[in-house]
């Protein structure tokens, strides 16, 4: 059973007099496990489709299932339980807060679960350890590089042990071996602790990370890649 389960998706953004089809009809599934890369042109919908995969946006026709669970007719309140409990999100510009330390940064999301002192820190600090920042955790944002940065929003988005990252262009703030690094934690997510993972990124070599490649054009899947085992092999942190 797939974990996600779109079905005739559109989505119309209307602006007073005028209307975008951002999305016109998307049919996809993605298995619990699979590493997803979703490309195509500025303005293709890759954004739109993304929001809608992570409850942040409700599509305007069509269904979808998350996990057996039709979540298309949710309220608000119930799609922020889903996303609570189902997805950690990575985005271009890591969004981290800046007054505070990285081991308080990722231990936010477990503060608004009601997660007490103590055991925050410990899986807040475990957390970090698996993006090898274990040796960071006092430091603030802006002690640290834009990749060490994005490592603290990926321990921010597992801390709360998703099934399923979706990331916004993860890497586009960053040079190319602090994105290989990203994606090279991505794979190890996805491989040894079994984290759905789906991407959308720009860079053809960034999307290869994936098992396969949705491309995107006009707010329609052109095609679908798969990329096999090509980046099956671990790089160095
Ligand atoms: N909130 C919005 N209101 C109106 N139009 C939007 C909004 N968000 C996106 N769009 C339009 O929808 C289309 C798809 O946008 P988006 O999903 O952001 O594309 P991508 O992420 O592939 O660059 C674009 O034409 C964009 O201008
Ligand atoms: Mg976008």
């Known amino acids: 059973m797939a974990l ?47 929001n809608i995969i992570g409850c942040l946006d409700k ?56 997660v007490i002192g103590k055991e925050r820190k410990k899986r807040a600090t475990e957390a970090l350890e698996i993006v090898g920042l274990g040796k960071r955790t006092k430091h603030m944002p802006s002690q640290l590089s834009g990749g060490e940065q994005q490592r603290v929003a990926i321990a921010r988005a597992i801390v709360s042990n998703p099934r399923l990252i979706l990331a916004d262009e993860p890497t586009g703030a960053l040079d190319s071996k602090s994105s290989n690094n990203i994606m090279s934690i991505f794979k190890e997510l996805n491989q040894d602790r079994k984290i759905t993972i789906v991407q959308v990124t ?36």
């Not at 299932?65 to 985005?91: C, W, Y």
């Not at 054009?217 to 085992?229: R, T, V, Y």
């Open 4 to 50: 996600i389960q779109l079905k005739d998706i559109s989505r119309t953004y209307k602006d007073g007099s005028v209307s975008v089809k951002a999305l016109k009809t998307i049919d996809l599934s993605i298995e619990d496990g699979e590493f997803v890369s979703i490309m195509g042109a500025s303005g293709s919908g890759k954004s739109t489709l993304m």
């Open 59 to 114: 599509p305007s026709t069509g269904s979808y299932v998350l996990a057996d669970q039709p979540v298309h007719k949710l309220t608000d309140s119930k799609l922020a339980n889903i996303r609570n409990e189902f997805m950690g999100f990575v985005f271009q510009q890591f969004h981290l807060i800046s007054k505070l330390s990285a081991l308080e940064n990722v231990e936010l999301p477990l503060i608004y679960q009601g």
């Open 202 to 237: 720009h860079e053809r070599d960034i999307g290869e990370y994936g098992d396969c490649i949705y491309n995107i054009k006009d707010g329609e899947i052109d095609n679908i890649e798969n990329i096999g085992n090509k980046r099956l092999v671990k790089e160095e942190k």
